[in-house]
């Protein structure tokens, strides 16, 4: 059975569901006291890098490419060790990856979702 991981915006209110909190994005997210997050963890080390980040810039008809690159740095040693936390805590119970995107549909936490849902802890890692 696959792990529950969602995706919501850090400035929603928390719920009972979400499980643990993770904030994925690199940068803090604007205007949100660090108290007001109700965040479990930070996990910046997930994110995309700097460069990719700006390449996308959230532009919907990048997505699928930036999925893409996305998903190839996330198997580099930078990234790695980050994904195998999200999915351990995955694997303990419910997971909610918060980012401060308008659109978290089209955001670098949904594709991170697919990732962690893809092998649940530290079994499933990928070669």
Same mark, same amino acid.
């Given at each position: 059975?696959?792990? *529950?991981?969602? +995706?919501?915006?850090v400035? !929603?209110?928390?719920?009972?569901?979400?499980?643990?909190?993770?904030?994925?994005?690199? @940068?803090?997210?604007?205007?949100?006291?660090?108290?007001?997050?109700?965040?479990?963890?930070?996990?910046?080390?997930?994110?995309?890098?700097?460069? @990719?980040? *700006?390449?996308?810039?959230? !532009?919907?008809?990048? %997505?699928?490419? %930036?999925?893409?690159r996305?998903? #190839?740095?996330?198997? !580099?040693?930078?990234?790695?060790?980050?994904?195998?936390?999200?999915?351990? @805590?995955?694997?303990?119970?419910?997971? #909610?990856?918060?980012?401060?995107?308008?659109?978290?549909?089209?955001?670098?936490?949904? +594709? @991170?979702?697919?990732? +962690?849902?893809?092998?649940?802890?530290r079994?499933?890692?990928?070669?």
């Amino acid at each position: 059975m696959a792990p *529950t991981v969602r +995706v919501r915006r850090v400035y !929603d209110p928390p719920s009972e569901a979400d499980g643990s909190r993770v904030l994925v994005d690199r @940068l803090w997210p604007r205007g949100l006291a660090k108290d007001a997050a109700a965040l479990d963890e930070w996990c910046k080390d997930a994110a995309p890098s700097p460069e @990719l980040r *700006t390449w996308y810039g959230h !532009d919907a008809a990048k %997505f699928d490419e %930036f999925a893409r690159r996305y998903r #190839t740095e996330l198997r !580099d040693a930078d990234h790695t060790e980050a994904l195998h936390h999200l999915r351990d @805590l995955a694997h303990e119970g419910p997971l #909610t990856l918060l980012t401060a995107t308008k659109d978290p549909a089209i955001s670098a936490a949904e +594709v @991170l979702k697919a990732e +962690v849902r893809a092998r649940g802890g530290r079994g499933g890692r990928r070669p």
